[in-house]
């Protein structure tokens, strides 16, 4: 049977959608980028989209892996960081939505409690990080790389902004070898690493890239591998470690 995957998304306004029938004007809207369930796909799993109200450990208790996916920043006041400038881009898409927080943090402390696989991206590995502790940068200063690309997506250019590197002996390294290349659109970064972080990929300017939890089936990387056309190692990764949790959930179930 292939793994099942949870994917996190938002909750938005419908006005936003473009074309909306004004009737449903006061209504709501859950999305979820479409390009991870295709990811998913393409590495072997099936995913499942969580509103909002599936937080709990019922939910967690019946899937084989959790993804945390990009999006706004988190609430600064999760992590004592300074209050919040207003968005200039991207209007509502962008605003912090402290239910997401709350919501994304929950289902990262119960995947945890249960060992399964998480992959979190961009925001996603930000959540990570906040949810064992761990602070984040609030505004990244300019230091000759661009962190907040105006590329278009899906990215399909093979230099893409930077290089990352990695720590030998690490799962990214594993993943992804010394070095890689990755598009880039995050304007914070981790900082201090949670409780069993472990800083695993960072910038050429020393940017945190890529965090994890050694010995455990859980890693953090800042850039978006669901936006590059090739599949990239994190989703094959995240199947296989899946695969493992729905082998010994049937085994304990006989």
């Avoid at 230091?143 to 230099?159: K, V």
């Avoid at 069993?196 to 020393?206: I, T």
């Avoid at 800042?222 to 493992?244: D, G, K, N, T």
Wanted: overall charge negative; aromatic content about 6%; charged content about 20%.
């Amino acid at each position: 049977m292939k793994p099942v995957i949870a994917v996190t998304g938002r909750r938005i306004p419908a006005t936003s959608l473009v074309g909306l029938d004004s009737r449903w004007a006061e209504a709501q809207a859950d999305m979820f980028w479409a390009e991870f369930g295709a990811k998913i796909a393409e590495a072997g799993g099936i995913s499942v989209q969580l509103p909002y109200e599936s937080a709990g450990p019922e939910v967690i208790a019946r899937v084989d892996a959790l993804v945390v996916t990009g999006g706004q920043d988190v609430d600064p006041e999760l992590w004592g960081g300074p209050a919040p400038e207003p968005a200039d881009i991207g209007g509502q898409m962008l605003t912090i939505d402290r239910r997401r927080d709350d919501y994304e943090i929950t289902l990262v402390h119960h995947a945890l409690e249960r060992g399964i696989p998480v992959l979190g991206v961009c925001r996603g590995h930000q959540v990570l990080n906040v949810a064992l502790g761990g602070t984040l940068v609030p505004d990244l200063p300019h230091q000759g790389i661009r962190h907040y690309s105006l590329a278009t997506f899906p990215d399909r250019r093979p230099d893409r902004e930077h290089a990352v590197d990695f720590a030998a002996g690490t799962l990214a390294a594993a993943l992804y070898g010394p070095r890689t290349r990755v598009n880039s659109w995050h304007h914070q970064a981790v900082d201090r690493p949670g409780d069993g972080v472990v800083v695993s990929g960072r910038a050429p300017d020393g940017v945190v890239e890529a965090i994890e939890l050694p010995g455990r089936p859980v890693l953090g990387v800042q850039w978006h591998p669901e936006a590059s056309v090739e599949l990239e190692p994190c989703f094959p990764w995240l199947i296989e470690q899946a695969r493992v949790v729905a082998a010994n959930d049937i085994v304990a179930a006989r």
